[in-house]
């Protein structure tokens, strides 16, 4: 089965620009979460989708950063505007929400850079 | 709050030594332990779990034993190999909701291991 697709692998920009990433989960996994991964550190959480709605925002900084998954499939995390301490690699992953399985499958990430 | 702390790297290690990377976790409850391994340039990757204490999870020659009592889930391997070359981060989930929404992961902050030929 295809995995968990996300866009752009790479972007530069601007301090005060703003971005916005895209991810496209495994088919028929219904738990999508957006983590921010800064260079030494494991990943945090950001922001958790069940289906269309959102389970857990508590780590997202809302006065900058939005999310959205209109459908309950695809999703976008958006920046603006961007600072400085925004860069950092952005992951998607999802789960299939089903029983007791825990696993998370991860996209590859977007590497975001703010100049 | 609920932590992972997992020894700093980086670790270098000549091919088929033996590898243990420790990790200790802070958590209320009984939560689940992982740990994720991150090849370079690839995403990351569920390397093995373990769901309740004294449960041994393994994959690939890793073996990492949930230990209740010291809170720890250590990872070893026997002998590595160069394609072992990667970062590895333990986890715990915590907050589970069954038939419903899923508790989110908590990462350590991960050890980077090398292995020398």
């Known amino acids: 089965e295809a995995g968990v697709a996300q866009s752009p692998r790479y972007k530069i920009i601007e301090k005060r620009q703003s971005v916005a990433f895209w991810c496209n989960p495994i088919s028929g996994h219904a738990t999508l979460y957006w983590y921010q991964q800064i260079l030494g550190q494991g990943p945090k959480l950001l922001i958790q989708f069940q289906n269309n709605g959102v389970v857990d925002d508590s780590q997202l900084p809302k006065d900058r950063f939005s999310a959205e998954r209109l459908k309950g499939v695809d999703s976008t995390l958006k920046i603006q505007p961007a600072k400085l301490e925004d860069s950092a690699v952005y992951l998607c992953a999802s789960s299939s929400g089903q029983g007791s399985s825990y696993e998370q499958y991860f996209g590859p990430g977007t590497r975001l850079t703010v100049t | 709050g609920n932590s992972v702390t997992q020894m700093e790297g980086p670790v270098t290690l000549s091919e088929e030594a033996f590898l243990t990377i420790n990790c200790t976790y802070t958590?209320?409850?009984?939560?689940?332990l992982f740990w994720y391994v991150q090849y370079p340039g690839e995403g990351l990757q569920l390397l093995l779990k373990a769901t309740k204490a004294d449960d041994k999870g393994s994959n690939k020659g890793f073996e990492a034993t949930y230990r209740k009592e010291t809170t720890s889930f250590h990872l070893e391997k026997g002998s590595v190999q160069v394609s072992d070359s990667a970062v590895y981060f333990c986890?715990?989930?915590?907050?589970?909701?069954?038939?419903?929404?899923?508790?989110?992961?908590?990462f350590g902050k991960g050890t980077k291991l090398s292995v020398k030929p």
């Open positions: 958590a209320t409850g009984y939560p689940s």
């Open positions: 986890a715990l989930i915590w907050g589970i909701v069954y038939g419903g929404s899923q508790g989110n992961l908590i």
